[in-house]
């Protein structure tokens, strides 16, 4: 099985990198591949360019031989919808199974996302919280969860697509946002960047640095 990772990565960080390890080690997946965003369609424009963000997640995944990037949704000139990701995926490489990996915070927003119901049609998701967490969902997606889920990695991995699997794991609370406020105000970023990455964003001056 692989893992399709997407998001802004502006800056990529220690928790996505988690979050990634996580669901690799537990699930047992083939490789992992991060997709970051190209054209948001219903977001401002990352601060940083397509190229710089997909040059600090290189760096980022340069130890993790099983960790790559795709630049599928940089490289398309329409707006990013995950459907359409995965269906590139899908027609790419259709023997494989996929899951696409996404953080809690994510999940509890899932139903505004573009044909959210087709998801499953091509994939298993995969939800990572930290531990304890205490994220409450709408009752949309709480029935979605509920008719979907998998508690057994067995059913996830004996499938192709249309489970819902729950995974905590010890993540530490990070956001792109705070590091790019921290670079902003001339604060350390110890313990929350690969040292490449931080790096590159004091070499390129990256979010005012």
């Known amino acids: ?8 990565f502006d800056p990529v960080h220690l928790g996505h990198l ?14 992992v591949i991060f997709v970051p965003l190209g054209l948001p369609p219903h977001r401002d424009l990352p601060k940083a360019s397509p190229q710089s963000r997909v040059n600090m997640l290189q760096a980022a995944l340069t130890d993790s031989p099983d960790f790559e990037v795709s630049t599928v949704e940089i490289d398309r000139p329409s707006p990013s919808w995950t459907v359409h990701t995965l269906e590139h995926f899908c027609d ?7 899951c696409l990996l996404m953080g809690s915070d994510a999940f509890r927003s899932i139903n505004q996302w573009y044909q959210w119901q087709s998801l ?8 990572v919280s930290r531990a304890g967490d ?7 997606v709480a029935a979605y969860l509920a008719r979907h889920r998998c508690t057994s990695l067995y059913d ?5 697509s249309g489970g819902i699997y729950w995974l ?3 993540i530490p609370d990070i956001s792109s946002t705070l590091i790019r406020h921290r670079v902003d105000a001339d604060e350390p970023l110890t313990g929350l960047l690969p040292p490449a990455v931080e790096s590159l964003i004091k070499e390129h001056g990256h979010y005012g640095y």
Do not use: N, W
């Open 134 to 140: 205490k994220t409450e969902l709408g009752s949309e």
């Open 92 to 98: 790419e490489m259709p023997d494989e199974t996929f």
């Open 156 to 160: 996830i991995t004996d499938g192709c």
């Open 120 to 127: 499953l049609d091509y994939c298993h998701l995969v939800v």
């Open 168 to 170: 905590e794991a010890d």
């Open 18 to 31: 988690l979050l990634a390890r996580a669901a690799a080690d537990h699930l047992g997946l083939q490789r």
């Open 1 to 8: 099985m692989i893992g399709i990772f997407g998001g802004t």
